[in-house]
């Protein structure tokens, strides 16, 4: 337990811990990259060193221990999403009235208050500041430094005029991280009072490498398929559904073939029952469509000689000789008509009987 259970940034995470290491972290930092790429995961571990109880080190530099009150309590804040999840649940259930009052907080530490968007417009708001400012200036209570962090780049334009007054006077035992896709998201005057700091995709090599020690259960080609999907992001490959992506590929292989070789069309009619409409259908059926753009992507990198660029790696035979009756001109159209059917099913309701339209829209025709 410790940073060095973070992956991938190896310079940004000492730089950091350097910082630790002379009490020179700034008191507000940007961490910018994209989704999946550790900003969160990365916050709650510097929170952590600031406030382990323990003091741990290693390598010479402050680290955190794991096992202290603080560094327990804050290491619960890791699951983000189901936290925002619960708590956008208790406030459903609130008095109309309450509800209009309350903005959404994950706090599992009296000193570090982790500010989400709030839902349903998924912004930052102005009372989620305020209640930065109104705690900020304490002195930490149980620990040694009050750490706020705002997950999104995305606030409301009161509410970043409020953050700015914040960052014109940060109090001495206080550090606010804003985790922003880019930082050019942010005003350039929340740039200016922030240091930013910004985390890179990792190679598909430490991916897989990250996997090995992860996902031991996983076949070596799987471990490569998804390295290759998550591009680049370490937090894609840990939550990546393997099972739910390999079923709606297998879906997605037998549409191609069926409007490849115009035949059979007994297994397109067995798939088509298994989705429903409604919400869940929905989230099935975009997935399918996510498959099968992926596969007309790797069948367009084999048929252009760079099958180096192919994600479906583990499939990469049957890609091939699907891809001898795929022409360049049948794969970019097929892309063109699944867009225009896409389309048209997001206006449509009966979600179910459009797999058929995929089908035939993709088809040769003669
Ligand atoms: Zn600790």
């Not at 290491?21 to 550790?38: E, N, T, Y």
């Not at 968007?117 to 430094?145: G, H, S």
């Not at 840990?238 to 879906?251: K, M, N, P, V, W």
Request: hydrophobic residues 40%.
């Amino acid at each position: 337990m410790g940073f060095s259970d973070f992956h991938g940034n190896a310079e940004t995470v000492h730089g950091m811990r350097e910082m630790l290491a002379r009490d020179r972290f700034p008191h507000a930092v940007i961490l910018a990259g994209r989704s999946g790429s550790g900003k969160y995961t990365l916050s709650t571990m510097v929170a952590r060193a600031m406030n382990c109880l323990e003091q741990a080190t290693s390598n010479g530099l402050p680290d955190f221990c794991g096992r202290c009150a603080n560094c327990v309590r804050i290491a619960q804040l890791e699951d983000l999403d189901a936290r925002c999840a619960a708590a956008t649940e208790a406030r459903e259930a609130l008095k109309e009235t309450e509800k209009k009052e309350t903005r959404l907080f994950i706090q599992t530490h009296p000193d570090v208050l982790v500010v989400p968007p709030d839902p349903p417009q998924m912004m930052i708001k102005v009372d989620q500041v305020r209640r930065v400012i109104d705690t900020i200036y304490f002195r930490p209570l149980e620990a040694r430094e009050r750490v706020f962090i705002f997950t999104d780049a995305a606030f409301m334009k009161e509410a970043a005029n409020s953050l700015l007054k914040i960052l014109e006077e940060p109090p001495e035992f206080a550090t606010i991280f804003i985790l922003a896709e880019s930082a050019g998201e942010l005003l350039p005057t929340i740039r200016s009072r922030s240091m930013v700091l910004q985390l890179q995709s990792l190679t598909t090599a430490e991916i897989e490498h990250y996997l090995e020690k992860h996902r031991p259960e996983w076949k070596t080609p799987q471990r490569a398929l998804v390295a290759r999907l998550s591009e680049g992001a370490v937090g894609r490959a840990q939550t990546f559904d393997l099972a739910a992506y390999s079923a709606s590929r297998e879906h997605a292989l037998t549409i191609l073939k069926t409007a490849l070789k115009s035949g059979e069309h007994s297994e397109l009619f067995k798939i088509t029952e298994t989705y429903r409409a409604g919400a869940e259908g929905r989230v099935k059926l975009e997935a399918l469509l996510r498959s099968i753009y992926s596969l007309l992507q790797d069948l367009l990198f084999l048929d252009s000689g760079a099958p180096e660029f192919v994600r479906n790696t583990d499939i990469v035979s049957e890609l091939q000789k699907l891809s001898e009756s795929a022409t360049f001109e049948w794969l970019t159209s097929a892309s063109e008509r699944l867009a225009e059917v896409e389309r048209g099913m997001r206006r449509n309701l009966l979600r179910s009987l459009s797999l058929d339209a995929m089908e035939a829209a993709m088809e040769i025709r003669t």
